[in-house]
C-alpha cells in the first residue's frame, strides 16, 4: 500500500494516514490516549528496528521514495 504523507514524511505522519484509511486499525498500533507505540508492535525499514526512533524524525530516504517499504510488524512472546 502507498500512503501520500506530503511533506511531513515521518513515523507519526505515516501511522497517522494508516488509521486514517484504515480506522479499524486506530488504537491497534498506538495507544489512543498516549499515542504511542503498543508493546508488542515493531516498525522496520531498509532491513533496521525503528521501533523506538523518535515519531517525528524523517524516514528514511528509500521508504519516502517508495524503494523500501515500512514494515509494521506484530511481534510474538512466549515460549
Known amino acids: 500500500m502507498r500512503l501520500d504523507l ?3 514524511a515521518t513515523q507519526r505522519s ?3 494516514a494508516l488509521e486514517a484509511a484504515y480506522p ?3 488504537g491497534t498500533i498506538r495507544d489512543r490516549s498516549t499515542g504511542r ?3 508488542f508492535v ?3 525499514a531498509c532491513e533496521e528496528d525503528r521501533s523506538h526512533d523518535d515519531p517525528d524524525a524523517p524516514l528514511p530516504a528509500a521508504v519516502t521514495a517508495g524503494v ?3 514494515h509494521v510488524v506484530g511481534a ?3 515460549g
Request: proline share 10%; glycine share 14%; hydrophobic share 45%.
Open 6 to 8: 506530503g511533506d511531513d
Open 76 to 78: 510474538m512472546a512466549g
Open 37 to 39: 507505540r503498543r508493546p
Open 68 to 70: 523500501e517499504p515500512f
Open 14 to 16: 505515516l501511522l497517522d
Open 42 to 44: 515493531r516498525f522496520f
Open 24 to 26: 479499524v486499525l486506530g
